[in-house]
């Protein structure tokens, strides 16, 4: 919380029977009231996890249909290019819906939909998902329709009362609520209040407060049929596809976005999951069904990163990490290795969550089992690699025949049939690959296992060396390992060598390391990162950014020489960075925003710095050419900024930044 500078948070969880839940910091700083287990918090965006119950409610009565257009219940929003329906708004392919806008005042439900009416749909519905919350806000107002109530009243009479959660209700600035907390922001990193902001233009969308109990009580219940039928759960939880055969939601449906909550698998555990953040708040409530667990989490600023807090203590209470993840040699070893990785998440988590494989069918199970060993094989792609990227992308979607899916959830089934559902459940803690060696012993061990549903010689012998390579690598020293600012890196450099002495594969820290920015233990972690994935981009873009600051000054060189022994050249961690991601640290779009922000930040010579390798690593960008000469004239150089301007409309004579940069020079 001090690193993050968070002035209060409630967080809690429920763990079988047991529940906890604690506040800690200010609910109000001013007059220094804690935040407690009672503090009221914003919600945000997770309302849209109850309005999406509500349309159940109402499809369950027959006064609603999923697949009715969205006018057959809000006559008052205008028809769009395309038709738009229910569903389609409830997992956010409905054309990309905007306008609902936030301010200090009260805005009725009709003119909510009156704003959003203003901006006509751009984008054809089901062929895209694009998230919103002016779309939940229509579904919010259709409920009022047909209810013939405030959206508000039909939750606490549907939904709040049945299941007991007495301190979830309507937002408003005027009402009493108790415990109310205060909102904050950063203002040039200072705490500042919040101005009055009435969320009442994001009704259905995320207008409600609650608090971290009552979020645990909603996610304890929602699922014991007190508001909604087995059916209309199995319905709020069934990932949909887009028209062009892909599954809905954030990252290419990476994380499923059902009606109203967002699934994804964590170690092949599905995950339900919804999520807020508005001005002001930041809440999270994570479901994890096979542990029988829930955490909930509410704070009252909205700039920070609220995961780092759910997965520490997932880890405390599991023993387990919450991310395992998994660095290979090259590019095509990570390619395969994706291949097996969505294999054993998506088809692992469909699993869980139906309770058998998406098919038995002796056919699609052979091609499934086909697909993934073309895929997932380095003659595919060690030919036109991105052809043979897109088929292992699209191998878990429909487009792909969700193959990956077929072949992972059929795998899941067998394990489970031979060893039990405690033994597969230890995946969630060892991960992907011993889930593929325990596979390949089982039909090694059973003739009668058909040979169309095993894998290909080339992958069984990889997953088996993988498989050996990571259970010395992935061990408990490793399992435990949280790398900080205050660890002792050279301690953990040394025990990391040792165990990844030639694997192919090994746990992968890269981001941890390359997270610690500051002195000495920055410089440390970051040439560890190089040392031990010198394949990673990030790594040698990180470690590359380093070495160009600490050639700004002779203060720094110095610093440099002292604690890590000399400088080397910047460039080239720079060039690496760029062939391993065109789109990472040293592609355009990120060096464009950290020498924007440098010079915005008066760091002109570490920005020029920069600048003069985004010149050499992109030499046809005529934006890094006038970043140069625009602090060329900030500190005096006349004739060398006329000069990278010059050549800027040599690139681009249409380049209207460098024709003002000469402007302002010749004035």
């Excluded at 301190?167 to 904050?184: F, G, H, Q």
Aim: charge should be positive; hydrophobic fraction near 40%; proline fraction near 5%.
């Amino acid at each position: 919380m001090e690193q993050d500078r968070i002035p209060g948070l409630t967080i809690g969880f429920y763990k079988d029977d047991y529940t906890w839940v604690k506040g800690f910091g200010y609910a109000d700083v001013e007059n220094k009231l804690p935040a407690k287990v009672e503090s009221a918090y914003r919600l945000a965006s997770i309302t849209k996890s109850f309005t999406g119950v509500a349309i159940l409610q109402l499809v369950e009565q027959g006064k609603m249909k999923l697949d009715a257009e969205i006018q057959t219940y809000l006559p008052y929003y205008p028809k769009q290019r395309w038709p738009v329906t229910v569903q389609q708004l409830l997992v956010h392919t409905g054309g990309g819906q905007q306008g609902s806008g936030l301010g200090p005042a009260y805005v009725s439900p009709k003119d909510v939909v009156a704003r959003i009416a203003k901006f006509p749909i751009q984008i054809e519905p089901g062929t895209r998902y694009e998230y919103t919350t002016s779309g939940y806000n229509l579904l919010g107002a259709a409920v009022e329709e047909v209810a013939g109530m405030p959206l508000g009243e039909y939750f606490r009479k549907n939904i709040f009362a049945p299941l007991g959660l007495k301190d979830t209700r309507m937002d408003s600035l005027t009402e009493l609520i108790p415990n109310r907390v205060r909102s904050y922001q950063m203002v040039k990193g200072e705490l500042k209040n919040i101005e009055p902001l009435d969320v009442s233009t994001r009704f259905g969308g995320g207008g409600l407060t609650g608090t971290v109990p009552d979020l645990l009580a909603w996610a304890r219940q929602v699922d014991d049929g007190r508001v909604l039928s087995k059916a209309s759960l199995e319905s709020m939880y069934t990932p949909v596809t887009t028209k062009g055969g892909r599954w809905v939601g954030i990252g290419d449906g990476a994380l499923y976005y059902t009606l109203g909550w967002v699934l994804f698998p964590v170690n092949g555990q599905l995950i339900i999951e919804n999520n807020g953040a508005q001005i002001g708040t930041n809440t999270e409530l994570v479901r994890i069904p096979a542990k029988r667990m829930t955490i909930a989490f509410a704070c009252n600023i909205q700039e920070i990163d609220r995961m780092p807090y759910i997965k520490r203590l997932y880890e405390l209470l599991t023993d387990e990490p919450y991310d395992i993840n998994v660095f290979t040699r090259d590019r095509t070893d990570q390619a395969i290795f994706a291949a097996l990785k969505d294999t054993f998440n998506y088809g692992s988590l469909h699993f869980e969550r139906t309770g058998r494989p998406l098919t038995t069918g002796q056919q699609e199970l052979a091609e499934a089992f086909a697909y993934l060993n073309r895929a997932a094989s380095r003659s595919a792609l060690s030919g036109d690699y991105s052809s043979a990227l897109k088929a292992i992308t699209d191998g878990r979607h429909p487009i792909g025949g969700s193959a990956f899916l077929k072949a992972g959830s059929y795998m899941a089934m067998k394990l489970r049939e031979k060893h039990g559902a405690e033994s597969i459940a230890r995946y969630s803690a060892t991960g992907t690959l011993p889930f593929f060696a325990d596979y390949v012993a089982l039909y090694r061990a059973d003739a009668r296992h058909p040979r169309e549903f095993r894998l290909s010689e080339e992958l069984e012998a990889l997953s088996l060396k993988w498989s050996r390579d990571w259970g010395r690598a992935w061990n408990s020293y490793t399992r435990q390992l949280r790398v900080s600012p205050g660890s002792d890196l050279d301690a953990i450099g040394t025990e990391l060598r040792k165990l990844f002495r030639g694997a192919e594969v090994r746990p992968d820290f890269v981001a941890p390391l390359c997270d610690i920015q500051e002195g000495v233990p920055a410089l440390k972690a970051a040439k560890l990162a190089v040392e031990l994935y010198p394949e990673s981009a990030r790594a040698n873009g990180n470690y590359g950014l380093l070495m160009l600051l600490g050639n700004v000054t002779e203060e720094r060189r110095a610093y440099y020489r002292q604690h890590l022994g000399g400088i080397e050249p910047a460039l080239e961690y720079f060039k690496k960075s760029l062939a391993l991601n065109p789109e990472g640290l040293a592609g355009v779009r990120v060096l464009g925003q950290i020498t924007t922000n440098w010079t915005n930040q008066d760091r002109l010579d570490d920005a020029l710095a920069l600048l003069n390798v985004a010149v050499e690593l992109h030499s046809r960008e005529p934006r890094f050419l006038v970043g140069q000469g625009e602090i060329h004239r900030r500190q005096g150089r006349k004739e060398k900024a006329v000069g990278a301007a010059q050549q800027a409309l040599a690139l681009n004579p249409d380049f209207a930044p460098a024709r003002e940069l000469l402007k302002r020079l010749n004035q």
